[in-house]
């Protein structure tokens, strides 16, 4: 069956979706995105990804005219139109249409704005059974990269070269430091079970899914610091893990080829995502999730 999408305002099949090749979108990859999970059919930590939004559009001086409450309704209408029980809602604003130029238009300047649903297997994931694979490589990436914008060629060119090399993903690093994966945040468990993870900074996006791994970590007694690492001390480390909106939290089994740990999912790392699915799932059936 063809999904429905949202274009500017309209609902359609997604055979019938379109923008102008003059998008700035398109262009100059000059928009922001935000991916908002869907468990049983109702969006997960909804609020955080809109703030994060707001803070990107902020950034890049970009004005959307839609309030909160009409990208729930988004949101809502498109998980209902196409029957979405577990999966994701992708929301993307671009600066809109405009004759090519580096230079570009004043922020009432009409956006453009699309979404859409994935379907995915996000509690039941081979991969958070298995564990991720990964390697490291340098972080080449613009500056900003606490700007969540659609400018992710870098990204996917380190998962490419991840899988050529037989992993599953890259861990990126700047300055002897791990920043984060190619599309998620990255920790390690040191052998005093302390949970260590990079502070916010403009090196790396600040994760709606890391903000309440840490809030979870806190509550059940768990050691949280904030501070960068080396990919040494993260192949040392008693666990390592990755968290994100649609991964939620994969642990680490093995980096640039050598094990960490035991080699396999670690007990923290597999706890503090039953932590985050419980807590999710409690939070929707006391109706403080977004339907």
């Given at each position: 069956?063809?999904?429905?999408?949202?274009?500017?305002?309209?609902?359609?099949?997604?055979?019938?979706?379109?923008?102008?090749?003059?998008?700035?979108?398109?262009?100059?990859?000059d928009g922001i995105y935000e991916v908002t999970a869907?468990?049983?059919?109702?969006?997960?930590?909804?609020?955080?990804?809109?703030?994060?939004?707001?803070?990107?559009?902020?950034?890049?001086?970009?004005?959307?005219?839609?309030n909160d409450n009409a990208l729930r309704d988004i949101?809502?209408?498109?998980?209902?139109?196409?029957?979405?029980?577990?999966?994701?809602?992708?929301?993307?604003?671009?600066?809109?249409?405009?004759?090519?130029?580096?230079?570009?238009?004043?922020?009432?300047?009409?956006?453009?704005?699309?979404?859409?649903?994935?379907?995915?297997?996000?509690?039941?994931?081979?991969?958070?059974?298995?564990?991720?694979?990964?390697?490291?490589?340098?972080?080449?990436?613009?500056?900003?990269?606490?700007?969540?914008?659609?400018?992710?060629?870098?990204?996917?060119?380190?998962?490419?070269?991840?899988?050529?090399r037989g992993a599953d993903d890259a861990w990126l690093?700047?300055?002897?430091?791990?920043?984060?994966?190619?599309?998620?945040?990255?920790?390690?468990?040191?052998?005093?079970?302390?949970?260590?993870?990079?502070?916010?900074?403009?090196?790396?996006?600040?994760?709606?899914?890391?903000?309440?791994?840490?809030?979870?970590?806190?509550?059940?007694?768990?050691?949280?610091?904030?501070?960068?690492?080396?990919?040494?001390?993260?192949?040392?480390?008693?666990?390592?893990?990755?968290?994100?909106?649609?991964?939620?939290?994969?642990?680490?089994?093995?980096?640039?080829?050598?094990?960490?740990?035991?080699?396999?999912?670690?007990?923290?790392?597999?706890?503090?995502?039953?932590?985050?699915?419980?807590?999710?799932?409690?939070?929707?059936?006391?109706?403080?999730?977004?339907?």
């Amino acid at each position: 069956m063809s999904r429905t999408v949202y274009v500017n305002g309209r609902y359609v099949p997604e055979s019938e979706a379109s923008v102008s090749v003059f998008d700035r979108g398109f262009l100059f990859a000059d928009g922001i995105y935000e991916v908002t999970a869907v468990l049983n059919g109702r969006l997960v930590d909804f609020e955080g990804h809109v703030a994060r939004l707001h803070r990107s559009l902020n950034e890049l001086n970009m004005h959307l005219s839609l309030n909160d409450n009409a990208l729930r309704d988004i949101h809502r209408q498109l998980i209902d139109k196409n029957d979405l029980q577990e999966g994701l809602v992708y929301l993307q604003v671009t600066r809109g249409v405009a004759d090519r130029d580096f230079a570009y238009p004043d922020a009432q300047t009409p956006v453009t704005l699309v979404a859409f649903t994935q379907q995915k297997a996000i509690i039941d994931s081979p991969l958070a059974d298995r564990g991720l694979k990964v390697i490291s490589l340098p972080d080449m990436r613009w500056g900003r990269r606490d700007i969540k914008t659609v400018q992710l060629l870098y990204p996917s060119m380190a998962k490419m070269e991840a899988k050529k090399r037989g992993a599953d993903d890259a861990w990126l690093v700047e300055s002897g430091l791990v920043t984060e994966a190619s599309s998620s945040n990255a920790w390690i468990v040191d052998h005093d079970n302390t949970l260590i993870t990079r502070e916010l900074s403009r090196s790396l996006l600040h994760g709606i899914t890391r903000r309440t791994i840490m809030q979870l970590a806190q509550q059940h007694d768990m050691k949280v610091e904030e501070r960068g690492f080396t990919i040494k001390e993260a192949q040392n480390a008693r666990e390592a893990f990755v968290t994100s909106a649609t991964s939620l939290v994969y642990p680490v089994v093995s980096i640039d080829q050598r094990p960490v740990g035991e080699g396999w999912p670690g007990e923290i790392s597999r706890a503090l995502r039953r932590l985050y699915i419980d807590a999710s799932l409690q939070s929707l059936d006391a109706g403080q999730g977004q339907a």
